[in-house]
């Protein structure tokens, strides 16, 4: 399979712990989004890279979050201190970017969080 | 106000109907139109884009962006029950030719009655 995958499926946790989650892209991708969708909503923009540059960070995104894709390949999204409002369903996609053309991203099956 | 609204429905329709499925938005900057198919406790999967104003057919699927009006709209002909999912409109603006961050609807339930 040479889609986006994401890791793990399911997280359930307790509040105030930590957790991480893992995408990785589809290869020679140069682009990266991480998305979070709740129940009833569609997906919100979190952050994304460009290779391995943190280019843009959403307002959604708290200090309790961060982002890494170091050496622009497999990136991870770690949450600390979870609250019950973090839960939500994480996505990530990939995209790669060719000027001039449209870049369709393609999303990954996410990554269900859920904090007790 | 969001920038991108969308009915969340749901939506149940019969075998063979012709579905219609819309989402308004506020930003001008939006350039590329996209609708998004997602199945239940899986990732969305691109159903079709749409650059500026337009119409764009592939096969039952039809696409129309009036970026005049703000509006855009998805048609399914002969609807069948696999149709039945969760459709998410998206947009995204043009930067230095490269589409950038999705803003997308909340997404209807689209539910194809055998």
């Known amino acids: 399979d040479t889609g986006v995958s994401q890791d793990p499926r399911h997280k359930i946790t307790k509040r105030g712990q930590n957790v991480t989650f893992r995408c990785d892209p589809i290869s020679e991708h140069n682009r990266l989004y991480w998305y979070r969708q709740t129940l009833g909503q569609g997906p919100e923009f979190l952050t994304y890279?460009?290779?391995?540059?943190?280019?843009?960070k959403s307002r959604l995104l708290s200090d309790r979050f961060s982002a890494e894709r170091p050496k622009g390949s497999f990136s991870t999204l770690e949450i600390q201190r979870t609250e019950q409002g973090d839960s939500a369903m994480y996505l990530c996609?990939?995209?790669?970017?060719?000027?001039?053309?449209?870049?369709?991203?393609?999303f990954g099956p996410g990554t269900r969080l859920t904090v007790l | 106000q969001k920038e991108v609204e969308q009915d969340p429905g749901p939506l149940s329709v019969p075998e063979g109907a012709i579905v219609s499925l819309n989402c308004t938005y506020s930003?001008?900057?939006?350039?590329?139109f996209m609708w998004y198919r997602q199945y239940s406790r899986k990732g969305p999967e691109l159903l079709m884009y749409t650059y500026s104003s337009g119409n764009k057919e592939d096969g039952r699927f039809t696409a129309q962006v009036d970026k005049s009006s703000k509006y855009i709209s998805l048609f399914i002909r002969d609807s069948q029950p696999s149709d039945s999912a969760t459709y998410l409109c998206a947009m995204s603006a043009r930067y230095g030719g490269a589409t950038n961050k999705l803003i997308f609807g909340t997404g209807t339930l689209l539910a194809v009655q055998p």
């Open positions: 890279f460009q290779n391995e540059a943190q280019l843009e």
């Open positions: 930003n001008s900057a939006f350039q590329y």
């Open positions: 996609a990939s995209s790669l970017i060719l000027a001039g053309a449209y870049n369709e991203q393609f």
